[in-house]
């Protein structure tokens, strides 16, 4: 029995040696930004929705400065910024850096560019439990245990562009409101989640995983001749030698100026003098 006894104890000092020789610890740092990835991607998505939707084609062909002093102080103003210069671009308009250099002025301005978000939650929400001196081993709250729960966050843009011709101030065009969102709904059943969806995410997905859903994510695109800002295009060589159209307007608010008695005509397209349009899809390149 005593020998027994001594197998047993130095088999088991051989496992525990064992262990504490295998075994072992490991730390990874890790660190997050001030503002989470997605309030930026709701911020950016929905700028991008918001200054796609507004049509420059009028001004396509003309050269434009873009006074963008307004757009300073709004969040994410680089962004916004860029956005609406490479929508100009796409649409046919020749960017100049210097106002002296261009025929009309753009100038833009931001309503509303943030985020918010709701809760909805079915179940037991966190409690913090009262201390009392007799009582003093309860836990100092109770977790929140939740059956269904839903969190619904939005981005919201809203801008705005107006044109006038830089030597004389004469109103040229402006656009109307533009106001679009984004949005990212998380869901927790039963404890599992969060489940995302929205606009900012491809389909459903948990644990940056994609569910598959059947019918879902299987249109096909259509064929618009549209030059998004999210997609590749290829534009035509701008010709350098002065062109006359073939019915010039010299002046737009004068052309549009309706004689006494009469009704304004339509808002025409400004004629294209220098840049053409934009060729897409881009036609594939050749070795």
Known sequence: MIQYQSYTSQALWVIAIGIALISGCGTTRTSNTARTATE????????????QSINFSKLAGRSVYFDERH??????????????????LASGCILKD???QATYVIEPRAGAIGTDNDELLFGIPATNVPQLTLLSGLPSAIPEVPVIKRRHQRGVAKVAVFAYRRDTGEPVWQSGIATNESSSDDTWFLGAGPFKRGTIHDGVSYADRKIFQPGIGSEKPTNKQVV????????????????????????????????????PPPVAALPIDAAGPAIFPPPAETK
């Open 71 to 88: 757009l300073y102080e709004v969040v994410d103003d680089g962004y916004l910024i860029s956005s609406f210069r490479q929508h100009l």
């Open 228 to 263: 998004s800002i999210g997609q590749e295009a290829v534009f035509a060589r701008q010709s350098t030698a002065p062109t006359t159209p073939t019915n010039p307007i010299p002046y737009l608010a004068t052309a549009l100026r309706p004689p006494a008695g009469s009704s």
């Open 40 to 51: 930026q991607l709701l911020i950016s998505d929905a700028i991008d929705r918001a200054v």
């Open 98 to 100: 210097a106002r002296e």
